[in-house]
Nanobody
Framework: QVQLVESGGGLVQPGGSLRLSCSAS????????MGWYCQAPGKQRELVAT???????TYADSVKGRFTISRDNAKSKVYLQMNSLKPEDAAVYYC???????????WGQGTQVTVSS
């Protein structure tokens, strides 16, 4: 079992920045991929960015060049630095973790990001 707790969401003006953090606990030593997904009202949850234990990253096209995912394996944390935020980035952001391809997915409770002037 893995427990994930997000923090860092909030209200920001367009063009602003936020940094999301996610702390993992439980069976952390075999976590392989960690990442972030988002879900806006009326839409499906979608990938934002992921990072493997070795540091390989993937990003949604919509956030490339603006968002940066990073990971501290020693602290079992994953971060999402979000710059140049747009109103369309507003959503609930969920932390994600798994133990490898085909294994169970773990989710945090979500943190709200609102981008508005």
């Amino acid at each position: 079992q893995v427990q994930l707790v997000e923090s860092g969401g909030g209200l920001v003006q367009p063009g602003g920045s936020l940094r999301l953090s996610c702390s993992a606990s439980g069976s952390i030593f075999t976590i392989y991929t960690m990442g972030w997904y988002c879900q806006a009202p009326g839409k499906q949850r979608e990938l934002v960015a992921t990072i493997s234990r070795g540091g390989r990253t993937t990003y949604a096209d919509s956030v490339k060049g603006r968002f940066t995912i990073s990971r501290d394996n020693a602290k079992s944390k994953v971060y999402l630095q979000m710059n140049s935020l747009k109103p369309e980035d507003a959503a609930v952001y969920y932390c994600y973790a798994d133990h490898g391809i085909g294994t169970r997915a773990y989710w945090g409770q979500g943190t709200q990001v609102t981008v508005s002037s």
